[in-house]
């Protein structure tokens, strides 16, 4: 929804006739100069439709101010209005600012009314085109985890974990969101698709995989990139997930990939971040799980593996003081699995880190009156 137009220009006296002449019918707010109107994009709730801003203005210029604009809020339709209307000025105008409409003063209202008509009927576009993109990708990649989620259970809860995992570390980091780190993270299992069903069912109870089964294990995140890649926006996640298993010194898939800095710094992390679930080996996070990859930390970025550690070894030292066992009759929706949960005969239940849900409680319950489960049920508490 957009929130209107906002006019910059430094003489208040203008500001306020344009106010009066247009003020009907547009919702307006008004800046005193470049630096304020900045702010007032800046501070706003959301975008505003249009910017019309004076070119020649104490402090910075109409083009800064507009170049400003545009890095802050892309969306927004930026339109110049000037008494200085010499060629270079509108060629710096439109190549540094993106202007939509160049105005001259005096400019009559009704041109500059049929500008801004034209100016919002051009945000409604770009936003609901970006709008539909963004549902629609936001919907495809639900979709792809629940067929995850469907196909193996337990890589859906490990990649939950991983996500979980890398929303810590943005903060502690104080990087920037990365969504597609968290997307690729989300689908990195996706190639397991590719595996038959009973090959996956033996891999699921702890079965060694055979030869064929482990071609086909290596070229899992082949198989996820090609599935990836056909869909728009997510080239990027595509190539996350294709070098979610190379190493920093150049080992592991693909065997012609790129090495060390060369690789994606969301492949390093996402690298990182796999081993170190895997070396848990369905138990909570434990300073023990760092120790099993520093023994082997060429294959990891010396850069990144120490700052994954200082920031996670406070979690493990919490989960692991904070693991509470738990009867069937006392499981809670929403809990989180601390262990894989197995009944006597080791056939999996849930696996470690599902966020339980009331179907799942209701399912545990119902086993334990017929079955016995290996070990106590433990939660995170």
Not at 3 to 14: E, F, N, R, T, V
Not at 104 to 117: A, V
């Amino acid at each position: 929804m957009e929130s209107g137009i906002l006019l910059i220009d430094d003489d208040p006296h203008l500001l306020s006739a344009l106010r009066r002449q247009l003020g009907d019918r547009f919702d307006i707010t008004t800046a005193r100069g470049g630096e304020e109107g900045v702010e007032t994009v800046r501070a706003a709730p959301t975008p505003f439709a249009v910017v019309l801003c004076d070119m020649r203005m104490p402090g910075i210029d109409g083009i800064e101010t507009l170049r400003r604009i545009r890095d802050l809020a892309p969306d927004t339709v930026r339109m110049m209005l000037t008494g200085n209307a010499d060629q270079q000025t509108a060629i710096d105008a439109i190549n540094q600012g993106n202007i939509f409409r160049f105005y001259t003063k005096p400019c009559p209202s009704d041109r500059l009314i049929e500008g801004f008509e034209a100016g919002i009927e051009q945000f409604r576009l770009v936003t609901a085109e970006r709008d539909l993109l963004e549902q629609t990708l936001t919907g495809t990649i639900r979709v792809l985890a629940e067929v995850i989620s469907v196909n193996d259970p337990a890589a859906a809860a490990q990649a939950a974990r991983l996500r979980e995992w890398i929303r810590l570390l943005t903060t502690e980091f104080r990087m920037p969101q990365r969504w597609q780190l968290e997307v690729a993270a989300a689908l990195a299992p996706i190639g397991m698709v590719v595996i038959p069903p009973a090959d996956l069912a033996r891999l699921q109870r702890g079965e060694a995989p055979g030869p064929a089964e482990r071609a086909l294990l290596e070229h899992i995140p082949e198989a996820g990139r090609n599935l990836l890649a056909k869909i728009p926006r997510l080239a990027r996640v595509a190539e996350i997930v294709y070098l979610q298993d190379r190493g920093y010194d150049g080992s592991g898939f693909p065997a012609d990939g790129p090495v060390g800095a060369d690789l994606p710094l969301d492949a390093r992390l996402l690298k990182i971040l796999k081993d170190l679930l895997h070396a848990t080996g369905g138990a909570p996070l434990s300073p023990a799980a760092f120790e099993v990859l520093e023994k082997r930390r060429e294959h990891y970025d010396p850069v990144l593996l120490p700052k994954v550690r200082t920031c996670l070894e406070g979690l493990a030292r919490k989960e692991v003081s904070t693991t509470v066992g738990l009867a069937p009759t006392q499981v809670q929706p929403g809990q989180i699995l601390a262990y894989d949960l197995r009944l006597a005969n080791g056939h999996l239940i849930f696996p470690a880190n599902t966020q339980l849900s009331s179907p799942q409680v209701e399912r545990i319950r119902t086993l334990a009156r017929v079955f016995t489960f290996a070990d106590p049920i433990r939660v995170r508490g």
